[in-house]
Every structure is written in C-alpha cells, then in structure tokens.
C-alpha cells in the first residue's frame, strides 16, 4: 500500500505569514573512477574470441547429399569409425573403432523430385560428433555397395604438422580452423590443408558430399602363391618367375578377386627375376 503525504504551505497554518523565493544552488558535478584500474579489463576482441573458442571447439556436423549412378541413396546405412575398419569375408567389424550409424533421407519429400540424371534417387545425411578428440579422420563406411566403388569415404577434420622450435627440437603443432593453403613441414613434405568449416552454434560444419559412381582405383601384382622357378632338365636356373597375377585395391591392398596370366605382352606383365634365395641353383661341384 502506497502512503501518500501531502506538504502544506506555510500560508495554511499561520495566516500572517508570507511566503518567500529562495534560491539554492546544487554542485552535480562528481569525479570519481568508476572503473578501477589493473581490477577490470573491458577490453573485448571479438574476432580473437571467436578464433579462440573455434579451434578450441571438437564438435563436428558431418552433413551433405549422396548419389549415385547405380541405385537409390535415400535409404542407406553409414556406418561411421575413427580408423579404417577391418573387414572379414567382407563384413565390416564394429570393433572399438566403431562410434555410430545414420540412415540416410530423401533429399526432398516429392519423390519424384528426387532423382538425378539417372533415374536413381538421391539422399541426405547428417552425422553428429561431440568432443571428438579420438582422431584426426573419420572414416564412413556405406553398407551394401560394391566393393568396386568407392564404399568408404576418408574425411580429415583435424591438421597437424612437424616443426622446429626454437631450442632446435621437433614438436607437433596443429593448424588453426580457417585455413585454406598448404604448409611445409620440417622434412619437406607439403600439407594442403582444407578445414576453413563453417562454425556457428558451438560446433564445425562440414560438408561433404559423397557420389558413388567412382570407381576405387586397383592394380596387379604378382601372386605369390604361383611363384615357381624356371628349370632346366629339371635343375633350378636361378631365376624365378611368376605364373598368375592378382588384382588388388589400392586403397586397403585387399584383393579383388581378379587373376589373369603374367604374360609378356600384357602390359601388367612381371619379368623374371634372378633369384638365388628362392630358386637355388645346384653349387658347381668341387675339382
């Protein structure tokens, strides 16, 4: 409740009084600090903050679009790892590289907008790491594609590289977010570094679409297991030579599958070699 108080003039209370003009001057002039010095610092460098909390920040949006000209995007199973994964007979092993799976959507929710060139649908997806510091990489394995595409995409998202410091030792620095350009470490080798990610809502958004119609790139090499030595009238020449070559990935190093003869107008073709170790010669005898 609000008390209201009413202040009378003099003239009310005594009739024979009269009321007077004074004049009263106030200083409103005040120095004082309000701030006090070495107590407070309002200095404020937003871009240096903004730098500071970036390359402090390990949450990562692994978003983007995937397609393919094989067959549809809209409904596949990315299988997301800190290192490569191991495969057996061709099953990828959740192992303690593992951290999680995703499915993938439809781009847009008319299906009939949602197809590229090919007549194939076409997807979206979003992966989402927090305090992500077991790695520099992570690894997405696409489950149910060919092994003779590219079923396994390799994203760095952390930039190290080896320097000298001013006592004259080695040390391992990482580069800062927002860089674009290549960088020579202490033994020579050129870095081109790519993690200028956009950042908002405390976490790094990369983009990374996937297309599914490249295919992994593969060689042959000799196989092992049809080394044979080249003889005569039965006796070890010395020389070996390969019967078979197979096809591997080069990528992983895993075979494919694929053989065919080491010939010598195949372009592929392994020339013997001399070989003591393996194809011993018989000794010469003693006089």
Same mark, same amino acid.
């Given at each position: 409740?609000?008390?209201?108080?009413?202040?009378?003039?003099?003239?009310?209370?005594?009739?024979?009084?009269?009321?007077? @003009?004074?004049?009263?001057?106030?200083?409103?002039?005040?120095?004082? /600090?309000?701030?006090? +010095?070495?107590?407070?610092?309002?200095?404020?460098?937003?871009?240096?903050?903004?730098?500071?909390?970036? /390359?402090? #920040?390990?949450?990562?949006?692994?978003?983007?679009?995937?397609?393919?000209?094989?067959?549809?995007?809209?409904?596949?199973?990315?299988?997301?790892?800190?290192?490569? +994964?191991?495969?057996? @007979?061709?099953?990828?092993?959740?192992?303690?590289?593992?951290?999680?799976? *995703?499915?993938?959507?439809?781009?847009?929710?008319?299906?009939?907008?949602?197809?590229?060139?090919?007549?194939?649908?076409?997807?979206?997806?979003?992966?989402?790491?927090?305090?992500?510091?077991?790695?520099?990489? *992570?690894?997405?394995?696409?489950?149910?594609?060919?092994?003779?595409?590219? /079923?396994?995409?390799?994203?760095?998202?952390?930039?190290?590289?080896?320097?000298?410091?001013?006592?004259?030792?080695?040390?391992?620095?990482?580069?800062?977010?927002?860089?674009?350009?290549?960088?020579?470490?202490?033994?020579?080798?050129?870095?081109?570094?790519?993690?200028?990610?956009?950042?908002?809502?405390?976490?790094?958004?990369?983009?990374?679409?996937?297309?599914?119609?490249?295919?992994?790139?593969?060689?042959?090499?000799?196989?092992?297991?049809?080394?044979? #030595?080249?003889? @005569?009238?039965?006796?070890?020449?010395? *020389?070996?030579?390969?019967?078979?070559?197979?096809?591997?990935?080069?990528?992983?190093?895993?075979?494919?599958?694929?053989?065919?003869?080491?010939?010598?107008?195949?372009?592929?073709?392994?020339?013997?070699?001399?070989?003591?170790?393996? #194809?011993?010669?018989?000794?010469? +005898?003693? +006089?």
């Amino acid at each position: 409740m609000i008390k209201r108080k009413k202040i009378l003039l003099a003239t009310k209370d005594v009739k024979s009084r009269t009321l007077e @003009d004074f004049n009263i001057t106030i200083q409103l002039n005040r120095t004082g /600090n309000i701030i006090i +010095p070495n107590t407070y610092d309002n200095i404020f460098d937003i871009n240096k903050h903004y730098d500071k909390e970036r /390359n402090n #920040c390990r949450n990562f949006r692994i978003y983007g679009t995937i397609q393919s000209a094989f067959e549809d995007c809209d409904e596949l199973i990315l299988h997301v790892f800190k290192e490569r +994964p191991l495969e057996v @007979d061709g099953e990828v092993m959740r192992d303690m590289n593992y951290i999680t799976s *995703v499915k993938t959507r439809p781009l847009i929710s008319n299906s009939w907008e949602n197809k590229n060139i090919f007549n194939y649908k076409k997807g979206k997806y979003i992966i989402e790491l927090e305090n992500y510091n077991d790695s520099d990489y *992570v690894y997405i394995y696409i489950e149910g594609i060919s092994e003779s595409m590219n /079923n396994l995409i390799k994203k760095q998202l952390i930039y190290r590289y080896e320097t000298i410091d001013i006592f004259g030792k080695n040390k391992i620095l990482t580069v800062p977010f927002g860089t674009n350009e290549s960088i020579v470490d202490v033994n020579g080798n050129v870095i081109t570094i790519n993690n200028d990610f956009d950042y908002f809502y405390n976490k790094h958004w990369v983009k990374e679409d996937i297309i599914l119609s490249l295919i992994r790139a593969t060689k042959w090499i000799p196989d092992e297991e049809t080394l044979e #030595c080249i003889q @005569d009238n039965g006796v070890n020449t010395g *020389v070996r030579h390969y019967k078979k070559l197979k096809e591997i990935f080069i990528d992983t190093g895993k075979p494919t599958g694929a053989t065919k003869d080491n010939v010598p107008t195949d372009e592929d073709y392994y020339a013997d070699i001399v070989d003591f170790v393996n #194809c011993p010669p018989p000794l010469p +005898p003693h +006089p």
